[in-house]
Nanobody, 130 residues
Framework: QVQLVESGGGLVQAGGSLRLSCAASGRTFSGAAMGWFRQAPGKERELVAA????????YYPESVKGRFTISRDKAKNTVYLQMINLKPEDTAVYYC???????????????????????WGQGTQVTVSS
């Protein structure tokens, strides 16, 4: 079956860095847009980074722009989220998600809403201490 498995989460001090990985199995996601979401306790799940199928376009909300970078390695069927200058407000469970049908909308299309993503990982905890 299709699986997305996140790794790389952990505890880090404010100002530190982490790199999250999302390994896909069960099918190839080379034609899928990929996204990273996060959910803090009591808050809605929010998109923090997304990349289109061909890696030519990305999206970041203002809260993480300049600090987070999404990338993908199609040969490894893996997506990464590099996070630098982490802040306590970045503490959350981080989820990887795939949107296989996004390319139909356009080559450069980057989905921004949760309901556009079909497959989800189980999440990895990121905790940033002050």
């Amino acid at each position: 079956q299709v699986q997305l498995v996140e790794s790389g989460g952990g505890l880090v001090q404010a100002g530190g860095s982490l790199r999250l990985s999302c390994a896909a199995s069960g099918r190839t996601f080379s034609g899928a847009a990929m996204g990273w979401f996060r959910q803090a306790p009591g808050k809605e799940r929010e998109l923090v980074a997304a990349i289109n199928w061909s890696s030519t376009n990305t999206y970041y909300p203002e809260s993480v722009k300049g600090r987070f970078t999404i990338s993908r390695d199609k040969a490894k069927n893996t997506v990464y989220l590099q996070m630098i200058n982490l802040k306590p407000e970045d503490t959350a469970v981080y989820y990887c998600a795939a949107a296989p049908g996004a390319f139909i909308t356009g080559n450069n299309y980057v989905p921004r809403s949760r309901n556009e993503y079909t497959y989800w990982g189980q999440g990895t905890q990121v905790t940033v201490s002050s």
